[in-house]
């Protein structure tokens, strides 16, 4: 039973139910009388030849006939109408299902693992058509699979009014092709590794020759003949994998001819001989030689393609549920119980203590014995090479992994005895990826909402006033759309992280915030939101010492720790890693003048 359970044809045929019961019945109901109708349709020829031949009243087997005629015409469509809402609610279901699961748990590890992306990808994309025919359209399939299956065994069935093994060997004999051809009947092979990652190769090149991001390096860069050979390439290894898994295997083939060819010869071969010495009468015949006949669809019925395309997504989903919360769970937030409501300021002091931290899929520690306070309404910034782990401070400080040692504290409790979502609520960022979304400029700046007072205020501190209108969708492809560069983008992302402290946030992170402004903008903007912040606790992550150096405190990290601490000041005069890196910087900024002379024209 347990087997039987974790199969994904019974996943599938428990989630129909699950997502629209009624419809469910009901297509199940029409599924029997669909496959029992050619059998009872055969009963009832028999019946009016067998009055005609007796000349006995017709009228009875007349209507007989007429109401299975007209069932049988009209029970297809009707089914396939069933089946294609009952399909829809299916999708829809394990749509929400999903959504559900991406977005519960309060980490993000569940996105993250390799070993979930294929579920993942299924999941996502079931009923695009990209991998098969959208659930609806299957549902037909799977109708006339089992149909078939059905009907013939309704028909095998009425056999035994005429003998006990007519029917035994005639279903046996279909039955048995579906075992003797059961290595071509499904590509089975279809979930191996190398089959996923040829998916994911063609897929992903698919991606860049029709998706608009890479449209300009592919251009610019000559590369589409290389991403159509690559495509070409990849489908045609997916298709010879396919080709080669369902190619019928001709001793099989020929074995199963011979059982069928011997069950039938033997089958009508006897009710031939009966016929002949009047042991049965015309309408027996016609009856039994109509359902012998009929079996054949044993052959053609069953769990088709579809069944076992349409129960991977759900198999996908429902395996989801379980291992994404696992995956995207953080430790102890069942017992956050502690307050962080400080009633004298919204500011908090922040430390990094003796913190270690790997991310999952690799071996090696990003931070470790980590040591870093920020008093509260401080400013402090993060200097450090690329992959020093900056943005993974930022995302631990959100709260979005847990360390795998030491703590994150907050006023002196540690962040994993608070509330998530309350402790978020008093964060607010720019994230060096920040989203943009595409919806108005004021769900941009206020994605929960906020008064417009304060919306068009954050704009103008993010000097983002001037971009649109409050209602203008910012994303072409939507009525009255528009497209921003990259730099006025980053001002949006200022200006929400700017409307949140606003609305109450107390702890500001900001990562390269000004990675994509004009030096012009930099400046001034960066000034605007040291007054909007002034009373947060802030920590700058950047790479332009412009902007580092007016922080209240700078600290470098290197190699997961930090090595230097102190202002501006303190560390120019400690001529260590800091003093270096800014007098490269500073000195980009040194022109010489047309005698000669060294002309500072920027000045850091
Ligand atoms: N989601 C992730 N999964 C696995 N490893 C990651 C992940 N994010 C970052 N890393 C790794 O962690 C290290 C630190 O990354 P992080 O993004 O914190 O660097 P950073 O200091 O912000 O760098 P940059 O200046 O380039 O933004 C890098 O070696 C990176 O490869
Ligand atoms: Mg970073």
Partial sequence: MKQLQARQEHQFFASLYRAAPALAVTWWAMLIVRSVLPALLAVATGSLIGALDNGEPITGSLVFVGITFIVFSMIVPLHQVVGLNLGSRLSAWLSDRLMVATTAPPGMGHLERPELTHDLTMARDFDLGIMGPPLHISMDFIASGLGRLFGGLVAAAILFNYSWWAPLVLAGGWLSTHWMLRESAVWRDRNTDEVRSAQRHAEYAYRLAVDAPAAKEIRLFGLAPWVIDRFVTVRTTLFDLQRNATRLRERSVAGALVVVLAANVAVFWSLGNDAANGQLSLAAVIVYMSVAAGTFTIAFGGWSWALDGAAAPVAAVLRLESSMAEAGALSGTASATAVIRRPDSVAREIRFHDLSFGYESSSRPVLENFDLTIPAGTSLAIVGQNGAGK???????????????????????????????????????????????????????????????????????????????????????????????????????????????????????????????DVRGESEIFERILGATRGCTTILISHRFSTVRLADRICVLEHGKVVELGTHDELIAASGRYRTMFDLQASRFIELDEEGDEVVYEKL
Avoid: M
Avoid at 485 to 506: F, H, K, N, P
């Fill in 391 to 517: 943005t993974t401070l930022a995302k631990l400080l959100c709260r979005l992994y847990d360390p795998q040692h030491g703590s994150v504290e907050v006023d002196g409790v540690d962040l994993r005895d608070l509330d998530v979502a309350e402790w978020r609520s008093t964060v607010t960022a720019v994230f060096q990826d920040f989203v943009r979304y595409e919806l108005s400029l004021r769900d941009n700046v206020a994605p929960s909402g906020a008064p417009d007072e304060e919306i068009l205020a954050a704009l103008l501190e993010a000097g983002a006033d001037q971009l649109a209108d409050l209602d203008t969708v910012l994303a072409k492809g939507y009525f009255g759309g528009i497209d921003l560069s990259g730099g006025q983008w980053q001002r949006i992302a200022l200006a929400r992280a700017l409307c949140a402290v606003r609305l109450g946030a107390g702890v500001v992170l900001l990562d390269e915030p000004t990675a994509q402004l």
